[in-house]
């Protein structure tokens, strides 16, 4: 009996000739390797912007919040996968195999020509295989995944040209709103405030750090405190309410509200779920 492609391993190849940025914000608790076919694209991960160019590869681990912009060239072609936990412990079972990116917060690599090509031939063999659907497909895939993982390990220890963020003036003070969030969060933070803590007004902040994030500092400021939340919500006892309150939310439907357009279901749901 064939066996089904299911959503624990899913690949796709998009090429857009106009310009495209992501409209929402994103994490998830999957894994994702993002490879650039071609053009340019402007890449947030971990609080920094990185510039991607063709043959650039990232891999990003579990919930961490991600988002690509146009850069450049309007035309970019770019490579995505996304598996699940279960999928790659299943990988990694019968395989003695050390990936010590699997424990950081992403890899960024920048391989040269001749690890481009031994690359997009792995991705083109797991596109292909996605797409024919033939018998015992999630080993073949498994096995094709463990190819990738070596070839990134191989890249990573040669570190020829590791993908520096970019650092302009204006970059650097978006740097330092990010970490005074993520410090701040508990607080009841407001537009005023920022622009005093960081000596501009209001609209240009605003405006500032949509430009180089993406992000509206509203959205990433929710995300903060959302991430903060599921760890409470999957590590301790704490009431919701108390959740709530310590993440910084004014009131507990605020909480619920947010919660729930971010990671799709309510707080107790999500608690009973990671538990």
Not at 79 to 94: G, H, P, R, S, V
Request: charged content about 25%.
């Amino acid at each position: 009996m064939e066996q089904e492609l299911e959503p624990p391993f899913i690949i796709e190849q998009i090429k857009r000739a106009g310009p495209f940025s992501m409209d929402s914000d994103h994490y998830h608790d999957t894994y994702e390797i993002y490879y650039l076919l071609a053009g340019e694209r402007s890449y947030y991960i971990n609080n920094l912007i990185y510039t991607l160019r063709k043959g650039d590869l990232i891999f990003i681990n579990k919930n961490e919040l991600h988002r690509t912009t146009s850069k450049g060239s309007v035309r970019h072609e770019r490579i995505l996968i996304n598996f699940e936990e279960d999928f790659l412990q299943k990988t990694l079972a019968n395989y003695d195999l050390s990936i010590p990116f699997l424990t950081t917060q992403s890899l960024l690599l920048r391989p040269g020509v001749h690890e481009q090509g031994a690359i997009e031939s792995i991705l083109f063999s797991m596109l292909k295989e996605q797409e024919e659907h033939r018998s015992q497909q999630i080993p073949y895939l498994q096995t094709l995944l463990i190819q990738l993982f070596i070839e990134m390990n191989r890249v990573q220890e040669i570190s020829r040209e590791p993908i520096a963020p970019e650092s302009s003036e204006k970059q650097l003070k978006v740097y330092e709103m990010i970490d005074y969030l993520q410090a701040h969060y508990v607080e009841k933070l407001t537009l005023e405030q920022l622009s005093e803590t960081f000596f501009i007004s209001s609209t240009y902040l605003c405006r500032l750090f949509k430009q180089t994030t993406g992000f509206t500092i509203v959205e990433y400021l929710n995300y903060i405190r959302i991430k903060e939340a599921q760890r409470l919500l999957q590590s301790t006892n704490t009431k919701v309410t108390t959740i709530a309150e310590n993440t910084g939310f004014d009131s507990i439907a605020h909480f619920g509200r947010v919660f729930k357009q971010i990671a799709k279901c309510s707080p107790l749901q999500y608690r009973k779920q990671n538990r």
